[in-house]
């Protein structure tokens, strides 16, 4: 990552997204003053192994440029996964860095794994990605050699495509990626179910 320029106050970008409230998580655009809660969070490898673009080590500069180039595209959403009692846990979004197929993403703070908080963030996430705009389905990836973020796609719907091969930043080398796709009328059928109530603050 490098470091972008930032939007003045970053007002319009933190006002185009909403504030999409779960059962026990707060998903709010990131803020500049965001920047070392982030990278203090983010400096772990087992994350940057697990991402595409994450770098190891990931400095206050790499968060910075994080968060100036958030939302600022069309169709795209980038939220910061945080507790009730405001603490920031990871971040997830949708890129749209290629328009047809629009990319699900997310990381946790090691110390949150294992505990349920990946799946409820990506249901309030995808929700508002098919409610929002006129996708048809969500694409997203994770490392062979990486079940537990595998499951929880699965457990969202998303199903099994391919392996693809990717470049990963901290690495400095490509993996092979399962790559996975959720159509919208499997979502509809999951919230059907009783996937979970996403509560969005405009």
Request: hydrophobic share 40%; proline share 5%; glycine share 10%.
């Amino acid at each position: 990552m490098t470091l972008l320029e930032e939007i003045p106050g970053g007002s319009f970008r933190e006002a185009s997204i909403p504030v999409l409230e779960t059962k026990r998580l707060i998903l709010r655009a990131p803020r500049l003053e965001d920047a070392k809660a982030v990278a203090a969070l983010a400096n772990d490898r087992r994350i940057a192994e697990n991402t595409a673009r994450i770098p190891h080590p990931y400095k206050t500069a790499d968060a910075e440029g994080f968060i100036s180039g958030a939302n600022k595209n069309n169709g795209e959403a980038v939220f910061l996964i945080t507790a009730r009692n405001r603490v920031i846990m990871g971040a997830c979004g949708v890129s749209m860095s290629d328009p047809s197929a629009p990319e699900l993403g997310y990381w946790l703070g090691v110390p949150y794994w294992g505990k349920g908080f990946a799946t409820e963030s990506l249901h309030a996430v995808i929700d508002y990605a098919f409610d929002r705009f006129e996708h048809t389905a969500l694409h997203a990836g994770a490392r062979v050699t990486n079940p537990a973020s595998r499951r929880v796609l699965e457990k969202c719907g998303f199903q099994w495509t391919g392996v693809g091969l990717y470049r990963i930043a901290s690495i400095r080398s490509s993996a092979p990626i399962d790559r996975f796709r959720l159509e919208r009328g499997i979502w509809s059928a999951i919230k059907g179910w009783g996937g979970g109530k996403v509560k969005v603050k405009t």
